[in-house]
C-alpha cells in the first residue's frame, strides 16, 4: 500500500501533485443551456488568473479517489497552500506521506519507507498542478492552455503545453470563488479526483507548516 500511495502521490505532486486530479477529464454533472457554451481560451485564462489570484492562502481537508482500470485508491488527508510556493499536503489514511515546499524546496516524506525526496520548487512550476494553487498565476499562460466549457460554471481544464509533462490535463472546479474539486488525468491512464472540504482562505498560515527537516536515520534522495 505504502509504495502504491508514493506512485500516485508523486503523480499528484508531479503530474496532478493539482491539484493533483487527475484520459479524458471527469466533468462535473452538470446540465447545458443556450447560455453554457464554451468560452474563448484567452477569456477562460483570464477567468482562471482572477480566481486563482484570489486564493491567497488556503488550508482545507481532502479526500482523493483515484481510478486504475478497475482499481480504486482512496487517500485522505490535510492540505495548506500559500503564496508564493509554499505547500503541505499530508495524507493520513490509510498510510502517511508528508509533501511540503517552503518556496524554493520540495520535500517528500514516505514514513513507511523512511525515505524523502528532495526536489527543486523551479523544476516543479508548470508540471505540478498542486502548485496551480500557490505558485505564479502568470505561468498558467506559459505551461498551459485553458478552456472553460461553460461559460456559467467555473470549471476549467488545462492541458499542459510541455511534451515532457507526465500527465494529459488538469481540471479545476470553483465554487463561491474556492476551488472545491481538481482532476487530473495522468500518461499512465489513471485518473485521481481530489475533493476540499472544510476550506479556510485567505489567512495567514504560520512559515513553520511549510518547513521540513528530515527526520534522523532516513534515506534522502536528491533529484
Do not use: C
Not at 506512485?7 to 499528484?12: D, G, H, R, S, T
Not at 506521506?97 to 523512511?114: C, E, F, M, P, R
Not at 507526465?166 to 482532476?183: D, Q
Amino acid at each position: 500500500m505504502t509504495k502504491t500511495l508514493s506512485l500516485i502521490q508523486a503523480a499528484v505532486v508531479k503530474a496532478a501533485l493539482a491539484v493533483t486530479t487527475v484520459g479524458v477529464v471527469a466533468v462535473p454533472l452538470m446540465t447545458t443551456s443556450a447560455h453554457a457554451a464554451a468560452v474563448s481560451q484567452a477569456d477562460a485564462t483570464k477567468s482562471l488568473n482572477r480566481l486563482l489570484g484570489n486564493v491567497k492562502s488556503m488550508s482545507a481537508n481532502f479526500s482523493q479517489k483515484t481510478r486504475a482500470g478497475n482499481k480504486t485508491s482512496n487517500f485522505s488527508g490535510t492540505m495548506s497552500v500559500q503564496r508564493p510556493n509554499q505547500f503541505r499536503w499530508e495524507t493520513k489514511s490509510p498510510a502517511e506521506q508528508l509533501i511540503v515546499a517552503n518556496g524554493s524546496t520540495l520535500w517528500i516524506y514516505d514514513k513507511d519507507l523512511q525515505q524523502v525526496t528532495k526536489q527543486s520548487v523551479n523544476n516543479q512550476v508548470g508540471e505540478t498542478p498542486a502548485l496551480l494553487l500557490s505558485g505564479d498565476v502568470n505561468q498558467i499562460n506559459r505551461s498551459f492552455s485553458v478552456s472553460q466549457p461553460y461559460s456559467n460554471k467555473n470549471y476549467f481544464v488545462l492541458t499542459p503545453k510541455s511534451a515532457n509533462a507526465n500527465f494529459k490535463n488538469v481540471s479545476i472546479s470553483f465554487n463561491g470563488g474556492r476551488p472545491v474539486m481538481m482532476v487530473l488525468n495522468d500518461n499512465l491512464g489513471q485518473e485521481t479526483s481530489i475533493r476540499f472540504s472544510n476550506i479556510t482562505m485567505n489567512k495567514k498560515i504560520a512559515a513553520s507548516q511549510f518547513d521540513f527537516k528530515p527526520p534522523a536515520g532516513v534515506d534522502v534522495i536528491s533529484q
